[in-house]
């Protein structure tokens, strides 16, 4: 496809269960990036993976949140013991960098992720 | 602590006149500096980008950065109701580093 892409595009799931969030970027962008957005507020940096290098993951906020990207393409964000405070858009993201074009992000719909 | 400070408004603005969307940052050694539109429900969309010091102008959309005033603003001309959306700032820190995004300021613009 030519954008972003991600799956599921709506999670409800039950607090203590794990969810998996899955990300296509656009093909050739070697830079990933998972944010999310809860209700009302501003982007939330999670993860970044660069090419073959280590991932950021300063941003991810405890140790049940992890994230794996296979073949420098495909990346699964998941969520371990959900709690309530998870509920948010998890939103992917994907830039080819070069130098300055690393701030060029494009979008995925997002995954909307409700945890009852 | 790398920070993007926006007011989150929302602007009203009447069709037609100039919104005027505002941003600070912290660290002096940004480099890049970008403006996403998100509409309701939607996911954001880059709409500028400004490098150096001075004005970026792309149709109605001017980009303005003052990296003396660590400042960077977005003025958006011939305002339109599709223009009605949160507009957030985001900043780059330079290398390969993420994009640090402000919480967003929301434009209303009535008809």
């Known amino acids: 496809g030519a954008g972003v892409s991600q799956s599921p595009s709506n999670k409800v799931t039950e607090k203590g269960k794990d969810v998996e969030l899955r990300c296509d970027p656009i093909s050739g962008h070697t830079a990933l990036y998972w944010y999310r957005q809860s209700l009302g507020q501003g982007l939330e940096f999670l993860i970044y993976f660069q090419g073959n290098s280590a991932p950021d993951k300063s941003g991810l906020p405890s140790d049940r949140f992890s994230a794996e990207r296979t073949g420098g393409s495909v990346s699964t964000l998941t969520i371990q013991r959900t709690q309530q405070e998870d509920s948010a858009v998890y939103l992917c993201?994907?830039?080819?960098?070069?130098?300055?074009?690393?701030?060029?992000?494009?979008f995925g719909e997002g995954s909307r992720l409700t945890v009852l | 602590q790398k920070e993007v400070e926006q007011n989150s408004g929302p602007l009203s603005v009447p069709e037609g006149a100039i919104a005027s969307l505002n941003c600070t940052y912290s660290?002096?050694?940004?480099?890049?500096f970008f403006w996403y539109r998100q509409y309701s429900g939607k996911s954001p969309e880059l709409i500028m980008f400004?490098?150096?010091?001075g004005d970026k102008e792309d149709g109605r959309f001017t980009a303005q950065l003052n990296k003396a005033s660590q400042y960077v603003s977005l003025l958006i001309r011939d305002s339109q109701p599709s223009d009605s959306a949160t507009y957030l700032c985001a900043v780059n820190y330079g290398g390969y580093s993420t994009l640090t995004f402000g919480k967003g300021t929301m434009l209303l613009v009535s008809p």
């Open positions: 993201a994907s830039s080819f960098l070069g130098g300055r074009n690393a701030g060029e992000l494009f």
């Open positions: 400004i490098y150096s010091n």
């Open positions: 660290d002096r050694g940004s480099q890049s």
